[in-house]
Each structure stands twice: as structure tokens, then as C-alpha cells.
């Protein structure tokens, strides 16, 4: 067997005015605190963060339930609340 991947590592920032944009976007518009967490998967920005070092980056997405199996599920209201939210941090940055 041979496993290969494209995907590159991507540590997590400690300061990343990005997330802390966003962060405080989701409060505003939903009352509370986002969960942050760093997950071990092959997502995009490792391979953003490779082709331009320093790019301050997150991953985001709506809930998604069953993944990657034939009952796969994208919940629509999720995916209504993350459009809010990118299109109003977009607004906001400079």
C-alpha cells in the first residue's frame, strides 16, 4: 500500500487578527463564542500557507452531519448563518 498526500501542515497562529475579526463577528451576530479548535485533517490553507508564507488563514465551514458517507448532509440555516458572517467580516476589513 502506498499513502500520499498534497496537503500541507498548517500550525496553528497564536495571533491571527483574522480569526480575531471573525471571532468577534460571530459574537455580534449570534450572542456567544465560537468553538476554536485545531483538527488534524488535510484542508486548503496548508497548501495557501505554503505558496505564501505568513498568510494569515482559517478554515470555516456550515454543519455538515454523516460525512463523507451516502447520507451526507449539509445543514441549509448553517450555511445561511456562515454567509452572514464572511460577507460582514469581508465588509469590515480594511
Known amino acids: 500500500m502506498e499513502v500520499q498526500g498534497d496537503y500541507a501542515g498548517w500550525a496553528y497562529q497564536q495571533d491571527s487578527p483574522l480569526r480575531e475579526l471573525l471571532v468577534e463577528v460571530f459574537h455580534e451576530q449570534n450572542g456567544y463564542e465560537p468553538k476554536i479548535e485545531a ?30 458517507t451516502c447520507r451526507e448532509r449539509l445543514h441549509i440555516a448553517s450555511t445561511q448563518r456562515l454567509w452572514a458572517l464572511v460577507a460582514e467580516t469581508l465588509r469590515r476589513m480594511k
Open 39 to 68: 483538527v488534524h485533517a488535510g484542508l486548503e490553507c496548508g497548501v495557501f500557507i505554503s505558496k505564501l508564507p505568513g498568510l494569515d488563514c482559517v478554515s470555516l465551514g456550515p454543519d455538515l452531519t454523516e460525512i463523507h
